[in-house]
């Protein structure tokens, strides 16, 4: 029979090997409160089991002290590269702060006008790089119908406002371009500040 382990201590019963309590997982079934098996047996115990299942575990990789490992880049970076987050169980976000907004950047563009960043690229691409409208400056902007939310293109910053400056109608936008080329028209004035537009 095997001899108790000194107070704060527990045998693993896989190893055998006697270890404080932070080794093991917390178990409230177990008399002691932890689990039989410490964590280093119980995640090889777990992986096995997978295993056997056919399903693969991911390798668990050590992270020091103030650090945490990205799950999308797989980087492990200081705490300093990530958001605090109080609902998380280590008070951290996720995802490291580029990831983050990486993936804020693509469900952005889902959210708003139902296409993806590659989506939008391929536009650009397909427009050379340049807004559709100006054709000089790059295009960074996506531009969509505010009514049927339907995407146009992808403007500069100056031809994308100017055409919500414009409330993205058509009529005024003509008028605008006629003014622009010199045809200027000249309402007929009926009463203080009531006009007639020529036909």
């Known amino acids: ?19 404080p309590f932070e080794a093991f997982a917390s178990n409230r079934a177990m008399r002691d409160g932890f689990q039989a098996y410490c964590r280093e047996c119980q995640a090889d115990h777990y992986k096995r089991q997978q295993e056997a299942k056919g399903r693969t575990v ?31 169980s280590d008070g951290w976000a996720s995802y ?18 139902g296409i993806t960043e590659a989506e939008r690229d391929q536009m650009i691409a397909a427009q050379r790089g340049v807004c559709v409208i100006c054709q000089e400056a790059p295009a960074e902007h996506v531009d969509h119908d505010h009514q049927t939310g ?12 100017g055409i919500g400056q414009l409330k993205d109608r058509p009529d005024v936008l003509r008028r605008a371009a006629a003014y622009v080329e010199g045809n200027l028209w000249n309402p007929t004035f009926e009463a203080q500040g009531v006009c007639r537009q020529p036909s």
């Open 1 to 19: 029979m095997a001899e108790a382990a000194p107070e704060g201590m527990k045998r693993c019963s896989r190893c055998k090997r006697v270890q």
């Open 58 to 88: 991911r390798e668990k990789i050590p992270v020091p002290s103030g650090h945490k490992r990205c799950p999308q880049c797989g980087e492990i970076k200081s705490h300093a590269e990530w958001e605090r987050n109080k609902t998380s």
């Open 96 to 113: 490291c702060r580029e990831c983050r907004a990486q993936r804020n950047r693509a469900s952005y563009f889902k959210r708003h006008y």
């Open 150 to 161: 339907k995407v146009r293109g992808v403007l500069c910053f100056g031809c994308n406002a």
